[in-house]
């Protein structure tokens, strides 16, 4: 399993949102078929799907019954979902319909889509080692740490994205947001009832706040399990991933179990990172 | 001959495995290119090791579902594909440019509805390489096409009832933004 690196996060995003152009393209004139035979196979449709990205999917569903039919299959977006989001089938079941779940993820500021099947650990630091704070409550270990593990986390795939949140201070509606957060959500999230309907409740399991100066604003998730990989370690060679000094951009490392942002920081500027 | 591995190179490889089609053509194919189409090479491999004891080998194996004229192409296809291999054994890239070159030229002398019969030839025939290359193909040509474009395409109509289409359109409105122009 490669790394999977990304110069920008936003750019990243637009071109897997965009399947990549492939090496060749018809572009003979359409001709009606010939009598003789039919494009009506369905086994022909279950693999040329397989090279086309969501939308042109569902404009192929939309020409015809037929198409509507077999193209809404959901083995497809089974198939077309783990393709874009770039990762393998997880052994979990999932409570919802792939194609409901593709809709309900493609439309983020995208980092990529991780695995989690253990605990998870937080952290603010990207420096190697990672190293598991032994305090016994979530809060005392971010504060004094910046890191935590939380137990009791949904196995399956994650979908982190990278989002801009309007500061608390000012509320313009100008504003497009100036914080960045990291954001990571199961995929099946959005698409439970509870969730639909905010029934939910919520808690804040802690904060850490940075007082002195740093260079950069980061953060990770890993799967506990995981940590050692060879591919998770990759998140900790930041000459990789990381921007250069001036570079303010954000820049965001995927791997198969984790995720990590950094945003390189002016001068004189203040940090707040709080999970 | 059971004992015989499989050649990259066709032209190494003298044995001829002859392929009879549905409407019963004859091929005789070198067997490195046969060993390409997987469906052949477990029939191949299934008759080898009925025949090991009585020391006949009969190499005639019959095709049902596949018509001589996927099949001619495919084959050509093949040995094209094995003839790049060879020539750039120890370079990737080159390999890779080679191939598209050529893939390039070669969809330039197949109409848009021969793709048909030759995916589900190389589907049937179980030949990777080829069925991906067809399929994207056809899914480079309608890649983010108007609804319009595709009918049109592949010569359908429209049978859904008026206003059920519309209906589709709006509920994945989001599928419609930004098409590509005809």
Request: glycine share 4%.
């Given at each position: 399993?490669?790394?999977?690196?990304?110069q920008s996060?936003?750019?990243?995003?637009?071109?897997?949102?965009?399947?990549?152009?492939?090496?060749?393209?018809?572009?003979?004139?359409?001709?009606?078929?010939?009598?003789?035979?039919?494009w009506?196979?369905?086994?022909?449709?279950?693999?040329?799907?397989?090279f086309?990205d969501?939308?042109?999917l569902?404009k192929?569903?939309?020409?015809?019954?037929?198409f509507?039919?077999?193209?809404?299959?959901?083995s497809i977006?089974?198939?077309?979902?783990?393709?874009?989001?770039?990762?393998?089938?997880?052994?979990?079941?999932v409570?919802?319909?792939?194609?409901?779940?593709?809709?309900s993820a493609?439309d983020?500021?995208?980092?990529?889509?991780?695995?989690?099947?253990?605990?998870?650990?937080?952290?603010?630091?990207?420096?190697?080692?990672?190293?598991?704070?032994?305090?016994d409550?979530?809060?005392?270990m971010?504060?004094?740490s910046?890191?935590?593990v939380?137990?009791?986390?949904?196995?399956?795939?994650?979908?982190?994205?990278?989002?801009?949140?309007?500061?608390?201070v000012?509320e313009?509606?100008?504003?497009?947001?100036?914080?960045?957060?990291?954001?990571?959500?199961?995929?099946?999230?959005?698409?439970?009832?509870?969730?639909?309907?905010?029934?939910?409740?919520?808690?804040?399991?802690?904060?850490?706040?940075?007082?002195?100066?740093?260079?950069?604003a980061?953060?990770?998730?890993?799967?506990v399990?995981?940590?050692?990989?060879?591919?998770s370690c990759?998140?900790?060679?930041?000459n990789?991933w990381?921007?250069?000094?001036?570079?303010l951009?954000?820049?965001?490392?995927?791997?198969?179990?984790?995720?990590?942002?950094?945003?390189?920081?002016?001068?004189?500027?203040?940090?707040?990172n709080?999970? | 001959?059971?004992?015989?591995?499989?050649s990259?190179?066709?032209?190494?490889?003298?044995?001829?495995?002859?392929l009879?089609?549905?409407?019963?053509?004859?091929?005789?194919?070198?067997?490195?290119?046969?060993?390409?189409?997987?469906?052949?090479?477990?029939?191949?491999?299934?008759?080898?090791?009925?025949?090991?004891?009585s020391?006949?080998?009969?190499?005639?194996?019959?095709?049902?579902?596949?018509e001589?004229?996927?099949?001619a192409i495919?084959?050509?296809?093949?040995?094209?594909?094995?003839?790049?291999?060879?020539?750039?054994?120890?370079?990737k890239?080159?390999?890779?440019?080679?191939?598209?070159?050529y893939?390039?030229?070669?969809?330039?002398?197949?109409?848009?509805?021969?793709?048909?019969?030759?995916?589900?030839?190389?589907?049937?025939?179980?030949?990777?390489?080829?069925l991906?290359?067809?399929?994207?193909?056809?899914a480079?040509?309608?890649?983010?096409?108007?609804v319009?474009?595709?009918?049109?395409?592949f010569?359908?109509?429209?049978?859904?009832?008026?206003?059920?289409?519309?209906?589709?359109?709006?509920?994945?409105?989001?599928?419609?933004?930004?098409?590509?122009?005809?």
């Amino acid at each position: 399993m490669g790394k999977r690196q990304l110069q920008s996060v936003v750019e990243h995003m637009r071109k897997r949102l965009r399947s990549a152009k492939r090496i060749c393209s018809c572009t003979s004139p359409p001709q009606p078929s010939r009598s003789s035979f039919s494009w009506y196979e369905e086994d022909v449709w279950t693999e040329i799907a397989k090279f086309l990205d969501g939308r042109s999917l569902i404009k192929l569903a939309v020409t015809s019954k037929w198409f509507q039919r077999v193209i809404m299959d959901d083995s497809i977006w089974k198939f077309v979902c783990l393709r874009d989001l770039q990762i393998p089938a997880p052994p979990q079941h999932v409570d919802f319909k792939w194609f409901n779940l593709y809709t309900s993820a493609f439309d983020w500021m995208r980092i990529g889509a991780f695995l989690l099947d253990s605990s998870v650990f937080l952290t603010e630091k990207l420096s190697p080692p990672p190293k598991i704070p032994n305090e016994d409550t979530v809060e005392k270990m971010l504060q004094s740490s910046g890191c935590c593990v939380l137990d009791n986390v949904k196995s399956g795939i994650w979908i982190a994205d990278l989002q801009l949140v309007r500061c608390p201070v000012c509320e313009l509606n100008t504003c497009d947001g100036t914080m960045q957060t990291l954001d990571a959500r199961h995929i099946e999230l959005f698409l439970y009832d509870g969730y639909q309907k905010g029934s939910w409740e919520y808690q804040l399991i802690g904060s850490h706040d940075v007082k002195e100066r740093v260079a950069g604003a980061s953060g990770a998730i890993f799967d506990v399990k995981n940590l050692k990989d060879i591919s998770s370690c990759a998140v900790f060679n930041l000459n990789s991933w990381v921007g250069k000094i001036n570079d303010l951009h954000p820049k965001a490392m995927i791997t198969l179990h984790a995720v990590a942002v950094n945003t390189n920081l002016q001068e004189n500027d203040g940090k707040e990172n709080s999970k | 001959m059971s004992n015989q591995s499989e050649s990259p190179n066709p032209t190494s490889s003298s044995n001829k495995i002859t392929l009879k089609t549905s409407d019963n053509e004859v091929f005789e194919v070198e067997e490195a290119v046969a060993m390409k189409f997987c469906t052949v090479k477990q029939y191949f491999d299934d008759e080898n090791n009925n025949n090991v004891t009585s020391g006949t080998s009969t190499t005639l194996i019959p095709l049902p579902n596949v018509e001589s004229h996927p099949l001619a192409i495919l084959i050509t296809y093949c040995k094209k594909h094995l003839e790049i291999k060879a020539n750039n054994a120890d370079n990737k890239k080159e390999m890779e440019i080679d191939m598209e070159h050529y893939e390039r030229e070669f969809l330039k002398n197949v109409m848009p509805q021969e793709l048909t019969e030759l995916i589900l030839a190389a589907n049937y025939l179980n030949f990777k390489e080829a069925l991906d290359f067809f399929c994207r193909a056809v899914a480079s040509a309608i890649q983010n096409k108007s609804v319009e474009y595709v009918r049109k395409f592949f010569g359908l109509e429209s049978d859904f009832k008026p206003g059920e289409e519309e209906k589709l359109r709006e509920e994945f409105a989001w599928s419609f933004e930004g098409v590509d122009e005809d």
